[in-house]
């Protein structure tokens, strides 16, 4: 028995140093690669130059980025724990239950392309939004919707029933006892799942290349007209081929948004947990 117990210790103290590794492995290879484009006027400069990539810096991107991401956490986190409060509280059919997990699976399997494509028909044409930020936010919001209403779901369900029950039994409405004692105990896996979300969608360049990312633009002024974003930028630099370590350098900055992002959504989850 202590002969298991050491070997399923090492087992799983050796995986978290191999994916501890992998992580540290890519962050330093691609700052390697890219070192020599990353400079203050780099992160604080907009495009220059007839050819893409070449001159300038990158701050609209990084900008555009944020703004997609934030309408789209903005759009799933609203969507996705309602529906998961929905289902755990509300909800007392179980064929109305079973089709909402159904939607929310095969929302799950469709390419993200797709979802621009959808994105594209619905909110850029049908509704006359245009190509813009609001676009793009919001067809991002539906990519990640499922991956925070699942995540929300699990959360909610594995909430202290006895408190629950304990609210219900001093006549507690069941409104007031979910926003007062449910959500504040979820808070930190619900702020997980939407960090999970997010980290999905500051990466994803495909709903963005039909409803709201452009090649070049300016500081965006306005979340009804388009501007650049760090995965759509990373990919015209390399299929383009103008400058590798202009694309290494956008690769990392990527990666340090989405984990200076995660790292602060983690610690106000902390704090507001204390």
């Known amino acids: 028995m202590k002969g298991k117990t050491g070997l399923i210790r090492i087992w799983a103290v050796g995986s978290c140093l191999v994916v501890l590794g992998t992580i540290l492995f890519l962050f330093a290879y691609i700052f390697i690669k890219g070192a020599g484009a990353i400079s203050w006027t780099f992160l604080t400069d907009v495009p220059r130059g007839l050819i893409l990539g070449t ?18 956490c903005a759009f799933a986190a609203f969507l996705g724990i309602s529906a998961a409060v929905y289902q755990v509280f509300y909800c007392k059919s179980d064929r109305l239950r079973s089709a909402i997990a159904l939607i929310m ?7 993200s392309i797709v979802l621009g494509l959808f994105g594209y028909s619905l909110l850029v044409l049908t509704l006359g939004w245009g190509k813009c930020i609001l676009a793009g936010g919001v067809t991002q919001g539906i990519m990640i919707l499922p991956f925070i209403q699942v995540r929300a779901e699990k959360a909610l369900r594995e909430a202290d029933a006895g408190l629950v029950r304990a609210s219900y039994a001093l006549g507690v409405s069941r ?42 633009s300016k500081v965006p002024r306005s979340l ?4 650049m974003a760090l995965p759509y930028h990373l990919y015209m630099l390399l299929t383009q081929g103008t400058s590798s370590e202009n694309a290494y350098g956008t690769a990392f900055v990527l990666m340090m948004v989405v984990l200076v992002t995660n790292t602060a959504a983690t610690w106000f989850a902390w704090r507001r947990k204390k």
């Open 105 to 111: 699976q095969c929302m799950a399997g469709v390419p």
């Open 175 to 216: 409104s007031h006892t979910i926003r007062r004692i449910v959500l504040p105990q979820c808070l930190p896996q619900l702020v997980s799942a939407v960090i999970l979300g997010a980290c999905y969608a500051m990466g994803a360049a495909a709903p963005l290349i039909f409803t709201g990312a452009v090649i070049l």
């Open 55 to 72: 001159e300038g810096g990158i701050l609209p991107a990084i900008v555009g980025s944020l703004y997609y991401t934030l309408i789209a």
């Open 224 to 227: 009804l007209k388009p501007t």
